[in-house]
Protein backbone atom coordinates (compact mmCIF):
# COMPACT_ATOMS: atom_id res chain seq x y z
CA UNK A 1 0.00 0.00 0.00
CA UNK A 2 1.15 3.81 -0.53
CA UNK A 3 2.64 5.03 2.63
CA UNK A 4 0.97 8.34 2.25
CA UNK A 5 -2.46 6.03 2.64
CA UNK A 6 -1.50 3.87 5.45
CA UNK A 7 -0.46 7.39 7.12
CA UNK A 8 -4.03 8.62 6.26
CA UNK A 9 -5.39 5.56 7.60
CA UNK A 10 -3.78 5.86 10.90
CA UNK A 11 -4.76 8.98 11.36
CA UNK A 12 -7.97 8.41 11.09
CA UNK A 13 -7.82 5.25 13.38
CA UNK A 14 -5.95 7.67 16.13
CA UNK A 15 -6.79 10.83 15.64
CA UNK A 16 -4.03 11.90 18.17
CA UNK A 17 -1.12 11.30 16.10
CA UNK A 18 -2.19 13.79 13.41
CA UNK A 19 -0.50 16.64 16.49
CA UNK A 20 1.95 14.28 16.99
CA UNK A 21 3.14 14.24 13.46
CA UNK A 22 2.73 17.87 13.70
CA UNK A 23 4.90 18.57 16.46
CA UNK A 24 7.81 16.16 14.63
CA UNK A 25 8.03 17.81 11.29
CA UNK A 26 8.26 21.35 13.45
CA UNK A 27 11.04 19.86 15.40
CA UNK A 28 12.63 18.73 12.18
CA UNK A 29 12.23 22.47 10.91
CA UNK A 30 13.71 24.24 13.87
CA UNK A 31 16.48 21.61 13.59
CA UNK A 32 16.84 22.22 9.94
CA UNK A 33 16.11 18.71 8.36
CA UNK A 34 14.02 18.18 6.12
CA UNK A 35 11.07 15.17 6.87
CA UNK A 36 12.03 13.59 3.73
CA UNK A 37 16.02 13.33 3.98
CA UNK A 38 17.57 10.56 5.66
CA UNK A 39 20.64 11.66 8.57
CA UNK A 40 23.59 9.18 9.41
CA UNK A 41 23.01 8.17 12.56
CA UNK A 42 26.15 7.57 14.97
CA UNK A 43 28.10 4.76 14.73
CA UNK A 44 27.02 2.60 17.72
CA UNK A 45 31.23 1.70 18.19
CA UNK A 46 31.97 5.15 18.95
CA UNK A 47 32.14 5.74 22.80
CA UNK A 48 30.95 8.95 24.78
CA UNK A 49 34.42 11.34 23.95
CA UNK A 50 36.80 11.95 26.95
CA UNK A 51 35.99 15.77 26.55
CA UNK A 52 32.22 14.85 27.30
CA UNK A 53 33.24 13.26 30.41
CA UNK A 54 35.30 16.41 31.09
CA UNK A 55 32.14 18.57 30.81
CA UNK A 56 30.62 15.59 33.12
CA UNK A 57 33.18 15.57 36.29
CA UNK A 58 33.55 19.49 36.27
CA UNK A 59 29.66 20.30 36.52
CA UNK A 60 28.81 17.41 38.84
CA UNK A 61 31.99 18.82 40.84
CA UNK A 62 30.15 22.47 40.52
CA UNK A 63 26.12 20.85 41.31
CA UNK A 64 26.20 18.20 43.14
CA UNK A 65 29.71 17.37 45.02
CA UNK A 66 29.20 18.33 48.95
CA UNK A 67 31.36 18.37 52.01
CA UNK A 68 28.75 15.54 53.32
CA UNK A 69 28.67 13.83 50.28
CA UNK A 70 31.12 10.74 49.43
CA UNK A 71 29.43 9.39 46.65
CA UNK A 72 28.49 10.12 43.29
CA UNK A 73 25.44 7.72 41.99
CA UNK A 74 25.18 8.62 38.41
CA UNK A 75 22.40 7.04 35.69
CA UNK A 76 24.19 4.78 33.43
CA UNK A 77 22.87 5.61 30.42
CA UNK A 78 22.20 8.75 29.08
CA UNK A 79 19.03 10.67 29.04
CA UNK A 80 17.32 13.16 26.54
CA UNK A 81 15.14 15.90 27.39
CA UNK A 82 13.56 18.45 24.89
CA UNK A 83 11.92 21.02 26.16
CA UNK A 84 10.60 22.39 22.52
CA UNK A 85 6.85 20.38 24.20
CA UNK A 86 6.71 23.22 26.62
CA UNK A 87 5.24 26.73 25.62
CA UNK A 88 6.68 28.71 28.03
CA UNK A 89 10.27 26.95 27.93
CA UNK A 90 12.44 26.90 24.86
CA UNK A 91 15.74 27.53 25.30
CA UNK A 92 17.03 25.81 21.81
CA UNK A 93 15.81 28.72 20.10
CA UNK A 94 18.08 31.81 19.16
CA UNK A 95 17.07 34.94 22.02
CA UNK A 96 19.33 37.55 20.71
CA UNK A 97 17.26 39.50 23.21
CA UNK A 98 18.92 38.29 25.72
CA UNK A 99 22.15 38.92 24.31
CA UNK A 100 22.57 34.38 24.06
CA UNK A 101 22.91 33.08 20.33
CA UNK A 102 22.54 29.07 19.92
CA UNK A 103 24.76 27.28 16.91
CA UNK A 104 22.31 26.03 14.80
CA UNK A 105 25.52 23.12 14.51
CA UNK A 106 25.48 22.87 18.21
CA UNK A 107 21.68 21.82 18.25
CA UNK A 108 22.14 19.42 15.55
CA UNK A 109 24.71 18.12 17.75
CA UNK A 110 22.63 17.32 20.40
CA UNK A 111 20.11 15.55 18.44
CA UNK A 112 22.16 13.28 16.83
CA UNK A 113 24.58 12.60 19.67
CA UNK A 114 21.00 11.98 21.41
CA UNK A 115 19.26 9.62 19.25
CA UNK A 116 19.52 7.06 21.94
CA UNK A 117 20.66 6.25 25.02
CA UNK A 118 24.40 6.03 25.95
CA UNK A 119 25.80 3.95 28.32
CA UNK A 120 28.56 5.45 30.30
CA UNK A 121 31.97 4.48 31.58
CA UNK A 122 32.43 4.45 34.96
CA UNK A 123 35.88 4.88 34.92
CA UNK A 124 36.15 7.86 32.96
CA UNK A 125 34.34 10.10 35.74
CA UNK A 126 37.18 12.53 37.48
CA UNK A 127 35.74 13.30 40.65
CA UNK A 128 36.93 13.69 44.11
CA UNK A 129 34.03 11.02 45.59
CA UNK A 130 33.48 7.92 45.18
CA UNK A 131 30.97 7.15 42.26
CA UNK A 132 28.51 4.17 41.11
CA UNK A 133 26.60 3.40 38.50
CA UNK A 134 23.23 2.91 38.59
CA UNK A 135 20.73 0.92 35.81
CA UNK A 136 17.23 1.46 34.97
CA UNK A 137 16.50 -2.09 36.74
CA UNK A 138 18.38 -1.53 39.67
CA UNK A 139 16.18 2.24 40.23
CA UNK A 140 12.73 0.03 39.14
CA UNK A 141 13.86 -2.84 41.96
CA UNK A 142 13.80 0.51 44.26
CA UNK A 143 11.02 2.58 43.67
CA UNK A 144 8.76 0.73 41.36
CA UNK A 145 7.67 3.29 39.60
CA UNK A 146 6.89 5.21 42.46
CA UNK A 147 9.08 7.92 44.17
CA UNK A 148 7.37 8.41 47.66
CA UNK A 149 9.01 8.28 51.41
CA UNK A 150 9.36 4.41 51.61
CA UNK A 151 11.64 4.00 48.26
CA UNK A 152 13.72 6.92 49.01
CA UNK A 153 14.54 5.39 52.16
CA UNK A 154 15.41 2.23 50.40
CA UNK A 155 17.20 4.21 48.31
CA UNK A 156 19.17 6.23 50.71
CA UNK A 157 19.84 2.83 52.66
CA UNK A 158 21.53 1.54 50.01
CA UNK A 159 23.47 4.47 48.88
CA UNK A 160 23.82 6.20 52.43
CA UNK A 161 26.53 8.69 51.48
CA UNK A 162 25.08 10.02 48.54
CA UNK A 163 22.62 12.71 47.97
CA UNK A 164 20.47 10.97 45.08
CA UNK A 165 21.43 10.14 41.56
CA UNK A 166 22.18 12.52 38.74
CA UNK A 167 21.08 11.87 35.23
CA UNK A 168 23.49 12.93 31.98
CA UNK A 169 22.34 13.95 28.76
CA UNK A 170 25.29 13.32 25.74
CA UNK A 171 26.74 16.53 24.97
CA UNK A 172 26.27 18.21 21.75
CA UNK A 173 29.35 20.49 20.12
CA UNK A 174 28.48 22.63 17.00
CA UNK A 175 31.30 22.22 14.38
CA UNK A 176 34.29 24.36 15.47
CA UNK A 177 34.04 22.63 18.39
CA UNK A 178 33.87 26.02 21.09
CA UNK A 179 30.36 25.60 21.92
CA UNK A 180 28.36 22.88 23.65
CA UNK A 181 25.04 22.34 24.99
CA UNK A 182 23.49 19.28 27.15
CA UNK A 183 21.26 18.13 29.82
CA UNK A 184 22.48 17.81 33.70
CA UNK A 185 19.63 17.34 36.21
CA UNK A 186 19.23 14.53 39.71
CA UNK A 187 16.56 13.21 42.11
CA UNK A 188 17.34 13.61 45.68
CA UNK A 189 14.31 12.83 47.34
CA UNK A 190 10.23 12.95 47.37
CA UNK A 191 9.52 16.21 45.75
CA UNK A 192 13.14 17.11 45.44
CA UNK A 193 14.82 17.50 41.88
CA UNK A 194 16.80 19.81 39.50
CA UNK A 195 17.37 19.78 36.00
CA UNK A 196 19.83 22.26 34.58
CA UNK A 197 19.64 23.12 30.14
CA UNK A 198 23.38 24.78 30.00
CA UNK A 199 24.92 26.37 27.08
CA UNK A 200 28.53 25.90 27.14
CA UNK A 201 31.95 28.00 25.19
CA UNK A 202 35.33 27.21 25.16
CA UNK A 203 37.58 29.94 26.26
CA UNK A 204 41.15 29.49 26.97
CA UNK A 205 40.76 26.02 26.66
CA UNK A 206 38.05 25.27 29.16
CA UNK A 207 34.28 25.19 28.68
CA UNK A 208 32.54 27.37 31.20
CA UNK A 209 28.76 28.27 31.37
CA UNK A 210 27.95 30.65 28.59
CA UNK A 211 24.12 30.04 29.77
CA UNK A 212 22.13 28.52 32.29
CA UNK A 213 18.61 27.72 32.54
CA UNK A 214 17.64 25.72 35.93
CA UNK A 215 14.26 23.96 36.72
CA UNK A 216 13.27 22.12 40.42
CA UNK A 217 10.13 21.20 41.68
CA UNK A 218 7.96 18.77 43.02
CA UNK A 219 6.53 17.11 39.71
CA UNK A 220 9.53 15.60 37.28
Request: charged residues 25%.
Amino acid sequence: MDPQLQMEGLQRKMPGVKNWIAGLFLILVVLGVSPGSTRQAPDPKLRTSDEEYEIYSSLIKQFYVKPEYHLMVIEDRTFRYDPRSEDDDQPWYDKPKKGVVIDPSTVEGYGINNTDHWVLDKKAFKLPVKCELVTSADLWAIFHGRKGQVEWLEFFKRYPDAPGFVMLSRVGFNTEHTQAMLYVGSQCGPGCWDLHFLLLEKTGGAWKIKKELRKAGSDF
